[in-house]
């Protein structure tokens, strides 16, 4: 496996230098210090697995060099908490100088003992600061919350069920030969409805048998998402690597990976969905139908992938009513040909603060080269009722390897009723079929930056999107019944994954 994921636990520890004016000594104080908080309080955070590190600040605001006798954590509940001061890591210090008008960091981490409970729980500290003259504290507030953790985890038989009592956490450790979840040949793993799977470091749920992550609705949803929960890691692309189908390299079928996911959201990985992944490097053993994993994606949303939200190598990949948005490569990499069917989704890609938007939203692939040689595989694609949308003047890349560029015999791409952001001369070259397209339309979602994709519908900002296509799902991603009539054109259906009530 490590010659295909050489994913290693990687911590980040802040070091921090804390350099001291190195003036002349003043006489000492006694009462002026200041702190930059009287509470530290730390989001949500596993127990077993350590938390960022938080810091606050002690200011002395006198005059004169301040030494604080002492400085400790309290204990309150055990050894949970652990502070730096000075540079130094401890859990008591004495005679802390401050000079005049300086201030000192003191940095603090958590790592939460689990308890019985089912629900998130207080743990409470102090960091006591003694000075000849007064005490102060500084109080100290994490929410615990206990989990279900897989480590280096092989589900080799059988049916693993997983459900929602508690968060199920998956960790790759730097020893571990599995970083995660491998789900085997014949065994399979059905994630519950309401499930919540968090993924620390570079873990994976890597299958070569069958994941099925399935919800009937958004209340019960099944979420996927990094473990950090402090507010700076939200949203943050390639806090995990993804959800890893195998390709069977023995092209039998007879470990050919599946999945199925509805109603679920994928966010924060590396890739969302990586179907076609395999355990050697022999091109050849990609080729053709047999062995390919095959993946149904509905009612679903992955978004803040640090490369795509679908990687396929000659994958069948059919999703439905759902959205895809912001990553940091291609939004969908089709590559290598396989078989892919889209239907009322939504592909977006503007960029975020963590990703700058540069390569095409969708890749559209029939080969791949090892440096020396191509490999050609056909590739057949459909986009029906879609919507490809982005910040760059030009978002579909064709990439058609055949001695003559424009001979679509193994590049068979089909759009019907979708709005796309392209150079229409190039489109009009390379895709198929093309039924009815809308071309470089601003599709005026609501609020997409905010991941508000339905079509805006007041007067003056009307979506081009709004009862375009003539047939389409009964449902939206939403649960909205399908159509809903917004115009004279009855019974016409909107384009991409969300109609319009």
């Known amino acids: 496996m490590n010659k295909i994921f050489r994913l290693l636990l990687v911590f980040s520890i802040p070091a921090a230098v804390l350099l001291l004016s190195n003036c002349k000594k003043d006489q000492f104080g006694s009462n002026n210090l200041v702190f930059s908080t009287d509470t530290l309080t730390f989001d949500t955070v596993f127990t077993t697995l350590g938390s960022t590190t938080r810091y606050f600040k002690v200011f002395n605001t006198s005059s004169k060099a301040v030494t604080i006798e002492s400085i400790r954590l309290s204990h309150l509940t055990g050894d949970q908490y652990r502070i730096n001061v000075d540079g130094v890591t401890g859990d008591q210090f004495t005679n802390v100088e401050i000079p005049a008008k300086d201030s000192i960091y003191v940095f603090v981490e958590v790592t939460v003992n689990p308890n019985s409970a089912a629900t998130p729980f207080v743990i409470i500290d102090d960091v006591e600061f003694i000075t000849s003259a007064s005490s102060s504290k500084v109080h100290l507030q994490a929410f615990g919350q206990n989990a279900h953790f897989h480590y280096g985890e092989d589900i080799k038989s059988g049916t693993v069920y997983w459900t929602n009592d508690l ?59 990094g473990a950090r929960l402090e ?77 795509n939200a679908i990687n396929g190598f000659n994958a069948k990949v059919t999703a439905n009513n759902s959205i895809f948005y912001t990553a940091g490569e291609h939004l969908l990499k089709l590559g290598l040909g396989g078989e892919y069917n889209f239907t009322h989704c939504t592909l977006v890609n503007n960029g975020s603060r963590y990703i700058s938007h540069e390569k095409e939203a969708l890749l559209l692939s029939n080969f791949v080269s090892d440096g020396t040689n191509a490999f050609l595989n056909p590739l057949k694609t459909t986009f029906t009722n879609c919507v490809l949308y982005g910040s760059l003047e030009n978002e579909i890349s064709f990439n058609n390897f055949n001695p003559n560029p424009f001979d679509l015999t193994n590049f068979d791409n089909a759009f019907h009723y979708s709005d796309v952001k392209t150079r229409q001369d190039t489109f009009e070259l390379f895709a198929a079929v093309k039924d009815n397209m809308l071309f470089n339309e601003d599709p005026k979602f609501k609020k997409a930056d905010a991941g508000n994709f339905t079509p805006w519908d007041s007067i003056g900002y009307f979506s081009p999107l709004i009862d375009y296509a003539p047939t389409g799902s009964s449902e939206d991603i939403f649960g909205t019944m399908r159509p809903v009539s917004k115009t004279t054109n009855a019974n016409k259906f909107d384009v991409g994954a969300v109609e319009t009530r």
Do not use: M
Request: with cysteine; aromatic share 10%; net charge neutral.
């Open 167 to 225: 968060p199920h956490v998956i960790i790759s450790r730097q020893n571990d030969s599995i970083p995660g979840v491998f789900v085997r040949c014949n065994a399979s793993l059905n994630i519950g409805p309401g499930c919540k799977i968090f993924f620390a470091g570079n873990s994976a749920i890597i299958v070569e048998g069958s994941l099925y992550a399935q919800a009937s609705s958004w209340q019960d949803s099944i979420v996927f998402q």
């Open 231 to 307: 507010t700076f890691y939200e949203d943050k692309p390639g806090q995990w690597s993804g959800i890893i189908f195998l390709r069977d390299t023995n092209q039998s079928n007879a470990c050919a990976s599946t999945g199925i996911f509805d109603h679920c959201v994928i966010t924060e990985s590396s890739y969302g969905i990586n179907a076609g992944s395999g355990l050697t490097s022999n091109l050849n053993k990609f080729l053709g139908v047999a062995g390919r994993p095959e993946i149904l994606v509905q009612n679903t949303i992955i978004k803040n992938s640090q490369f």
